[in-house]
């Protein structure tokens, strides 16, 4: 598990705006690594802030948040690159996705240039997203929604409670409305 630091090194360190936005959408929007790279030009709407993943796990379709500064970092490439359909497109093919194991290439090379010394693919970054939304106070239901998860146990197992966490929590006697 990575902290928000340790996330916000990694993200930042590719050169590449299309790295770096990959990166950002997968950790950002809680993505898996095959709905990463599929992220199209349409299934941004950026009136709610919110992104369409299309025939993601279990061939479902769901809407998952979007953060204003992935957007800003999509708009950026998309002045650099001006792709037609997919953000991540192949070099070969415009119009394909790049591979997963190219995203999983772009992810290793960050790990080491950031100097991030934690272990693990990509899916890191989805399981940080959802670990972090949870300690911000996010209610798990929507956490379970944007991750395409139908089981809420399923969502369970992505919430790491770190020590710094915990050491925040209160109890609620000692909330102020509760002070003597």
Not at 33 to 48: F, L, M, P
Not at 88 to 94: A, G, L, Q, T, V
Not at 115 to 143: K, P, S
Request: aromatic share 8%.
């Amino acid at each position: 598990m990575l902290n928000r630091q340790e996330v916000q090194r990694l993200i930042d360190a590719p050169r590449n705006i299309k790295h770096r936005t990959l990166l950002a959408m997968t950790y950002g929007s809680g993505l898996r690594v095959s709905e990463a790279v599929r992220v199209r030009i349409a299934d941004i709407d950026r009136g709610r802030m919110m992104l369409r993943v299309e025939q993601g796990k279990g061939r479902r379709d769901r809407y998952t948040i979007l953060s204003a500064r992935a957007l800003a970092l999509l708009e950026e490439l998309w002045r650099w690159e001006r792709p037609q359909e997919y953000f991540f497109f192949n070099r070969r093919d415009r119009h394909q996705p790049i591979c997963v194991g190219t995203a999983q290439a772009v992810y290793y090379a960050a790990l080491r240039t950031s100097g991030v010394r934690r272990v693990g693919g990509i899916h890191v970054l989805r399981h940080c997203f959802a670990t972090h939304l949870m300690e911000e106070g996010t209610d798990i239901y929507t956490i379970k929604r944007w991750m395409g998860h139908t089981a809420l146990v399923t969502t369970g197992r992505y919430m790491h409670v770190t020590a710094e966490h915990l050491a925040r929590v209160k109890s609620p006697l000692d909330h102020p409305y509760n002070a003597a």
